[in-house]
Structure formats: C-alpha cells, structure tokens
C-alpha cells in the first residue's frame, strides 16, 4: 500500500487533468498519467488504476464536484459486502477502494453480453441491505451496476446519503423485465452507444416531465 501511495501523490495527483465542463453531464477527463489506467468517470470523479497493483482502485474527484466526504462515510456504513467496493485508505483527496471487475450492465447492452437474472437479484439485494444500514440507494443505473460470472455487483455508491427518492433502478427493472428479458432471451444483439446516449437523455427528459406533473 505504501508504494501505492507513493506513486498515488508522485504522479496521479500531480499530472491527471479532469475537467467539470457541465454540472448536469459526466467530467470530462483530459489527461492520465503513463504509468495509470484509467477504468472509468462518473458525474464527479475518475476512477483509475495502475497495473502494478490491480487489486487496487483510486477515486478522484474532479475540481468543484462535491462528495467525496459522504463516499467516504457511505462505504464505512457498508463494511465489507461481496456486492460493493470496501474503502481501504482515505487520502483525504482521494479514496483508494478494493477493485471491482466485470462488464456494466450498459456494456453488456452495447456489446450485446445478455445480462444474468442473477445479477438483478443480487443488485436488489444489495440495496435492500444499505438500506437496512440507514443509507438510501440513489442514481443506481446501468452504467453504475456490474455483473462478473453472472452475479451482480454496484459500482457506484457515492449518492446513498441522499435522501430524496430515486427511481432509476425501479425504472430500469420494469425495462428489464417487460422489454430487455423477453427480447434477449432469444437473441441479445449489440446496440450502437448512439442509441443508447439517446435513450438515456430521453429518459432524463421524461423523469423530469413526470416530476413536474406531480
């Protein structure tokens, strides 16, 4: 861990370049390190990792995003759980967290990799026991949701203190079940990241439509 650290504020800190462009989309991440891979970005932060030590996970938050504090108290609640990531160090600017693998369920749409019933019920699971811990499972969707070997994993935890209601992984269950299960069980075809972006701004659009009708 030492070295990890090391090599963490030598050259993560000092050379990544991420860029909030626009709070209502992802960060836009400008530049990675050499020695650094970047595994994915969010609404607030990069998560990267080096290759020498690939069991490890880094979160940093892009400058004017909020949340890394209440990350950092969302995976103390949660401890270990086979569903989660676990917070190993708080780098005050950083959390260094236990390296999830799989493929997101988004991915799994786009390239056409059917996603495991399993893997739904797990997520459920999953949430229904943050819940138990006091948290409130928020902006839970198919880019923040994995599955490895055909069970399900939650990616991104960083809003579960967030108390307002959100209905992205009810909404997404009742497409998986209704439209996604029935189709793909005969045959799951990859779908152009095209349609897919398109879809989910619909969708955005007719959450907030349905906000508004209320």
């Known amino acids: ?4 650290l090391n090599s963490i504020h030598e050259e993560l800190l000092e050379e990544l370049i991420l860029e909030s462009v626009d709070p209502e989309e992802p960060i836009k991440v400008r530049e990675v390190p050499e020695s650094w891979r970047l595994l994915g970005s969010g609404n607030y932060a990069a998560v990267l990792y080096h ?6 996970a880094v979160k940093i938050y892009a400058p ?23 917070l190993l160090h708080d780098g005050g ?14 991915d799994c749409i786009k390239r056409g990799v059917p996603i495991a019933e399993q893997a739904v019920r797990d997520i459920d699971e999953a949430l229904r026991d943050a ?32 108390r307002e209601d959100c209905m ?23 779908v152009p990241d095209a349609v897919l972006q398109a879809v989910r701004r619909g969708y955005r659009l007719w959450r907030k ?3 508004r009708s209320r």
Do not use: C
Request: glycine share 8%; no cysteine; aromatic share 12%.
């Open 64 to 86: 004017g995003r909020p949340g890394i504090r209440e990350e950092a108290e969302v995976y103390t609640r949660l401890g270990s759980h086979p569903a989660f990531s676990e």
């Open 93 to 106: 600017s950083f959390l260094v967290l236990r390296r999830l693998r799989g493929i997101t369920f988004y």
């Open 131 to 162: 819940k138990a811990r006091g948290l409130h499972p928020h902006d839970v969707h198919a880019k923040n949701v994995m599955q490895l070997d055909g069970r399900g994993l939650v990616v991104d935890i960083s809003d579960f203190l967030k």
């Open 168 to 190: 992205m992984w009810e909404d997404f269950k009742k497409a998986y079940y209704r439209l996604y299960r029935p189709l793909a069980s005969r045959h799951a075809v990859p």
């Open 209 to 211: 439509s349905q906000g």
């Open 51 to 56: 290759p020498e030590y690939e069991d490890y």
């Open 1 to 4: 861990m030492d070295k990890l």
